[in-house]
Each structure stands twice: as structure tokens, then as C-alpha cells.
């Protein structure tokens, strides 16, 4: 697997921040709540957004690829982050609709198959985060 990069810049204009794979620009900002002016998703939606986009990707391709009715997923999540003496616990609750002519069998494989992404399998496991500065 190759890695993966993208370049982050925040100038003086509080939150904003301009996220870009050498592609695409994306915007993320806080909310006017926390000094904000709301331009984009926060931090943790654009976390919740990658792991629901993966999932609704892979359900798709597995679909396609079964070559069964599935004609909308629609996926909410929702993070809640319960702090604790020694180190916080991070629940996520991922809700899948599917939409199509689907058979039981079908719709709970599909379930199993969710939590296959590839951003599920990162979020599920150990996470090395090394920081430094550059001169």
C-alpha cells in the first residue's frame, strides 16, 4: 500500500483551514460557537465523515459486485468521547439504512461487510501518531 499525504495550512483567519491532497481543496472550521466562522466540517465531523464514506463505498462495491438491488445507503454517525482517570474512550455509532430489494441474508452480510472498510480497520486498531517539527 502506498502512503497516503495531504498538506494542512491554517493562516490568521480563526479556524479555517484548508486541507489538500495535491487535488482537491477542502475546508474545515470550527463552528461560530467556538470562534468559528463555520466554513466547513470540524475535526471530528471530518473524522466521522471519512469512516461513513468508506463504509457506504465498500457497500457499494460489494453490492455491485454480488450484483444485488442495492440502491441508496444512507449511514449517520454519531461520536461520543467519555473521558475517564486514565485515558478517554471514544464510542462511535454508525447507523446503515439500505435501500434496494434486499433479503435478510443479504442486508446482514452487507452489515458484516460495513465494518471491513479500510478506514473502520484503521480506526479499529493501534494508531501511531509521530509529530516533529520541520526547520
Given at each position: 500500500m502506498s502512503v497516503l499525504s495531504v498538506t494542512v495550512s491554517i493562516g490568521k483567519e480563526k479556524y479555517k483551514t484548508e486541507i489538500s491532497n495535491g487535488r482537491k481543496v477542502l475546508i474545515a472550521d470550527e463552528p461560530e460557537s467556538l470562534g468559528g466562522a463555520d466554513l466547513g466540517l470540524g475535526p471530528k465531523e471530518l473524522l466521522l465523515?471519512?469512516?461513513?464514506s468508506c463504509t457506504a463505498m465498500t457497500l457499494r462495491?460489494?453490492?455491485?459486485?454480488?450484483?444485488?438491488?442495492?440502491?441508496e445507503v444512507n449511514i449517520t454517525l454519531k461520536m461520543d468521547v467519555v473521558p475517564s482517570t486514565h485515558q478517554q474512550t471514544t464510542y462511535i455509532k454508525s447507523h446503515i439504512s439500505l435501500v434496494g430489494e434486499l433479503n435478510d441474508e443479504q442486508r446482514q452480510r452487507l452489515l458484516q461487510i460495513a465494518s471491513l472498510c479500510p478506514v473502520h480497520k484503521i480506526l479499529?486498531?493501534?494508531i501511531v501518531i509521530d509529530s516533529n517539527l520541520l526547520p
Amino acid at each position: 500500500m502506498s502512503v497516503l499525504s495531504v498538506t494542512v495550512s491554517i493562516g490568521k483567519e480563526k479556524y479555517k483551514t484548508e486541507i489538500s491532497n495535491g487535488r482537491k481543496v477542502l475546508i474545515a472550521d470550527e463552528p461560530e460557537s467556538l470562534g468559528g466562522a463555520d466554513l466547513g466540517l470540524g475535526p471530528k465531523e471530518l473524522l466521522l465523515s471519512s469512516l461513513g464514506s468508506c463504509t457506504a463505498m465498500t457497500l457499494r462495491m460489494y453490492a455491485d459486485r454480488k450484483e444485488w438491488d442495492l440502491q441508496e445507503v444512507n449511514i449517520t454517525l454519531k461520536m461520543d468521547v467519555v473521558p475517564s482517570t486514565h485515558q478517554q474512550t471514544t464510542y462511535i455509532k454508525s447507523h446503515i439504512s439500505l435501500v434496494g430489494e434486499l433479503n435478510d441474508e443479504q442486508r446482514q452480510r452487507l452489515l458484516q461487510i460495513a465494518s471491513l472498510c479500510p478506514v473502520h480497520k484503521i480506526l479499529s486498531n493501534p494508531i501511531v501518531i509521530d509529530s516533529n517539527l520541520l526547520p
